[in-house]
């Protein structure tokens, strides 16, 4: 007999609490469409969407809500856009705080300050900071929106997946409950059940990639002081915590600081209480008053799965990959996983599209999980030299940065994360080389005001075919799909001409369900967009 | 694209003022300023393919062989 389900962490939101189900009476499995396993962000995001588009899911979690502490607390524009296609975008913005400006440190100087400067004529800030919980949150409240429009999502709280057995054509599931087991079957399952994902052990996959031997301390602080919203990145601290520190502003006066301790730590001592005041009081200095609001400390590993689709197993989120915290890419990456595949498989369940859409599921984030694993290494390198030369050079530009503007270009704290673009994918199909570079075939399309809105608002989450001061017809069906149409002008829209027009004067785009361009050309087609839509379903 | 062809328009001035920057410095911060000087004309090359060129280059003439 097995251990009924034991809450593995402290809750913050207590959100689907435990009910039984009528499957667990059932003589024989029920099966399922989708079957999501894990309610964290990747989870929730997943089964959003799906449902959203008409696709029963089953989302199973082993708690009855949201973990408690900040965790990811970076979240960037393409996920708030993202977010705001599945209706939790505003609320986010309105939750998190934004911030432009950095200040550098190395050791006890101030090196230089900057200012981001964001560029305009977007609908979502650059990126914003939210503690995770509120991240989820905001995530399960569009959900039980979208439950009460009649998505067909159901959420079950404490149901913890125990055993999963994948067959050719579908999935068995144990399922453990405070009721005790049952089992359940699914055509696909999703699992978005963590870095540890016990399912990918189950299945006796691999986890591929480099470890790195750190150790980061959290510390979340609730300071009334008059604090600056910026972002404060020491190198080689006075304070003397390792390689790194790391303060940051969260909402509710929280400030989240991340210590890097290094390998050969005591953990228990890291923890306790005053060993944790005596480095935040040395960072913020003697006067200043705060209360110790959350702590953690984690390692971290930059690796991937080899594959993120096993036949009706498809891993998303940190399930497939992990990356160093260095620039955020951990949550963002993984909701660009949920946009990627939700639309794919809903086609696929909806016998639109081939099963082999899946296939380019697999590529197109592996090739975006690459790319994060890259750029994080890269910052992990530059912030925690290997070699005494690496060390050398480091320690080089942080000097020259003081002084000279050119060396902050090679200061790497963490790049940012950037929406990953699709080159070379198979979904995509012509481009015209007159039309900017940054909206090419397999970007995701940049925002731009429209008519006192915004576009990605108005392009929504179906196939699109946009028009810019070009002519299309006002409804084009092809390979079971209606694309929905968009006509826009760009006389005096600036924004618009320069990220969709380029040298062009007219433009027509075919647009993913997930906003990424799957082709371009400056006239309407009816044969290559008919041509260029099969592509994008992979039915080439 | 590297030029490999001489290129100084001064070139013994050129190299007794890398030798006379040095002057006075122990090794390690030679070593420091070297980086720094590194750094600085990789900036003004600025192009990445150019600055792979040199770096190749430079290390296969230190490189071990077998």
New interface residues.
């Given amino acids: 007999m097995k251990n009924l389900v034991t809450e593995r962490y402290p809750i913050a939101f207590r959100l689907y609490p435990y009910a039984k189900s009528p499957d667990q009476d059932a003589d024989t499995p029920i099966r399922h469409k989708v079957i999501v396993a894990g309610a964290g962000p990747i989870g929730l995001a997943t089964a959003l969407d799906l449902g959203r588009r008409g696709i029963p899911v089953l989302l199973l979690d082993d708690t009855e809500g949201v973990g408690l502490g900040s965790r990811a607390i970076c979240f960037a524009k393409r996920t708030l856009e993202i977010c705001d296609r599945l209706g939790a975008g505003e609320a986010m913005v309105e939750k998190g705080v934004q911030w432009n400006v950095g200040k550098v440190f190395h050791d006890d100087r101030l090196l230089y300050e900057f200012n981001l400067l964001p560029e305009g004529g977007h609908g979502f800030p650059a990126f914003i900071n939210l503690q995770q919980p509120w991240f989820e949150r905001f995530l399960h409240d569009a959900l039980v929106k979208a439950q009460a429009a009649g998505a067909p999502i159901e959420v079950r709280g404490r149901n913890r997946v125990d055993a999963v057995c994948r067959r050719d054509d579908h999935v068995e599931l144990e399922v453990m409950t405070p009721d005790g087991p049952y089992n359940l079957e699914a055509d696909w399952l999703v699992a978005c059940d963590g870095a540890r994902s016990p399912i990918r052990s189950m299945l006796g996959l691999g986890f591929d990639g480099r470890v790195f031997e750190d150790n980061f301390l959290i510390a979340d602080v609730k300071m009334n002081a008059d604090f600056p919203t910026e972002r404060w990145f020491w190198f080689e601290p006075h304070f003397k915590s390792g390689d790194s520190a790391l303060l940051h502003k969260q909402p509710d006066d929280i400030w989240r600081i991340d210590f890097q301790l290094g390998w050969n730590i005591d953990r228990a001592k890291e923890l306790e209480p005053d060993n944790i005041r005596a480095r935040v009081s040395a960072m913020l200095g003697p006067d200043v008053e705060y209360e110790l609001d959350w702590c953690s400390i984690y390692t971290f590993q930059c690796r991937r799965m080899e594959k993120f689709r096993h036949g009706p197993v498809i891993f998303a989120g940190d399930s497939a990959h992990q990356v160093s915290p260095f620039g955020a890419r951990g949550a963002n990456s993984g909701v660009q996983d949920a946009d990627n595949l939700a639309w794919k498989l809903a086609l696929v369940v909806q016998g639109v599209a081939p099963d082999s859409l899946l296939d380019s599921y697999d590529l197109e984030r592996v090739y975006g999980a690459d790319e994060n694993i890259a750029n994080s290494t890269r910052a992990t390198d530059f912030i925690t030299p290997k070699s005494p030369i690496s060390k050398?050079?480091r320690?080089?530009?942080l000097?020259?940065a003081e002084k000279?503007p050119?060396?902050r270009t090679?200061v790497n704290s963490g790049r940012l994360s950037l929406p990953c673009t699709y080159d070379g994918s198979p979904l995509n199909g012509p481009d015209d080389k007159d039309l900017p570079v940054l909206a090419r075939p397999g970007s995701p399309c940049p925002d731009a005001p429209v008519d006192g809105g915004w576009l990605l608002k108005r392009l929504g989450g179906e196939f699109t075919l946009l028009a810019i001061d070009a002519e299309i017809p006002e409804t084009f069906s092809a390979h079971g799909i209606a694309l929905k149409t968009l006509w826009l002008s760009a006389d005096e829209n600036r924004p618009l001409a320069e990220r969709y027009l380029g040298k062009a004067a007219t433009a027509v785009y075919l647009i993913r369900p997930d906003q990424h361009v799957a082709a371009r050309w400056q006239a309407f087609d009816a044969a290559a967009t008919a041509e260029a839509l099969a592509r994008a379903l992979a039915k080439e | 694209m590297l030029e490999t062809k001489a290129n100084f328009s001064r070139p013994d001035e050129t190299y007794a003022l890398l030798i006379k920057s040095h002057e006075g410095l122990t090794e390690a911060e030679s070593h420091a300023m070297n980086a720094r000087l590194i750094l600085i004309l990789m900036n003004h090359i600025g192009d990445h393919a150019t600055i792979a060129e040199a770096l190749a280059l430079a290390r296969n003439t230190v490189e071990k062989h077998p």
């Fill in positions: 050398l050079f320690n080089s530009v000097s020259l000279l050119f060396a090679l």
